[in-house]
């Protein structure tokens, strides 16, 4: 599908069919074109995107909705090649040429560059080496960034921050980065070290509760950080590691698979959170100050009672993956 997208009036008509016919009764703010092209097996991808991109967004601006709609794609860390410490970020070589028309776009349009950030994988890949509390938004002594001085008391901001610092190297210091996936699964194979229930309560109540005070990462402390946390149903049907089908709040029929207090961290502000039957998220670019989804839910003892209001908004453009976050 990425690849017709570059025929503008083939945007056209996806918009002015998937789009145009649900606002504004739906509050639709942002289109993820693509997951992860960047990084994609599929290297052929990574040249429709940017015209893709450009052509959604001129679809938008011709049928009047370009002003508060916004057109990125959702990124893995893996396009960097350097992330740590933060300031050493950096975009993998071969894929500088694309991204620099990519970014050119972002800034020009006021798109944010979304990534999808998962300490999990640090965790698990050196459990010695990574300290659980950093992680997980514990209490912790953290670390300081040798060459700004800046002290990070987690890894997800730290990952955000590295990816500010890769956009700046290519000249492009006022685009936004938001995190349009993060998660941490409740269950995992033997081999998965950290994937538990305790953990995974952890790790999205001390996201959610952070979201909920508005921070910012020590780099841009003023900017709230919009971060989506994947995922609201665990995938019962995915293939792969058993972790992939247990990264959601609840099970496939509705009752809750940990409670991480939504109803006790309500606040005017508002958290967010992804869909997991789709690959590509929205977020509201008018505002660092609150967030697009409203996400609230009670529970009680009878898991049947149990109930989630959940107002989001998502938007899927597709490339050859349906329905899944990573290909395995």
Sequence with gaps: MLA?????????????TRIQPYVPATRITGISVGNEVFTDDD????????????????ALAQLGLDGY?????????????????????TFNTEVLGVMSQFLHFL??????FWINAYPYFAYKDKPDDVPLDYV????????????TKLHYDNMLYAQVDAVIFAIARMGFNGVEVRVSETGWPSKGDSDEVGATLENAAAYNKNILRRQMNNEGTP???????????FALFNEDLKPGPTSERNYGLFQPDCTMAYNVGLSSLSSPSSSTLSNPSSSTLSSDPSSTSSASISLASSATKDANTESLAVYWMVVCLLTFQVLIRRAY
Excluded: C
Aim: hydrophobic letters at 40%; charged letters at 15%.
């Design 136 to 147: 997980l938004f514990k209490p912790n002594s953290g670390m300081d960034d040798p060459f």
């Design 4 to 16: 017709s997208l570059i025929d503008p009036q083939q945007a056209l008509q996806w918009v002015s």
């Design 69 to 89: 709609i916004k057109v990125s794609t959702s990124n893995s860390l893996a396009v960097l090649s350097e992330s740590f410490p933060p300031s050493a970020g």
């Design 107 to 112: 800034s020009s349009t006021e798109s944010p």
């Design 219 to 229: 780099l841009r402390p003023n900017m709230r950080v919009e971060v989506y946390l």
């Design 43 to 58: 290297t052929a991808l990574l040249a429709y995107l940017v015209p893709a991109v450009v052509n959604i967004h001129g």
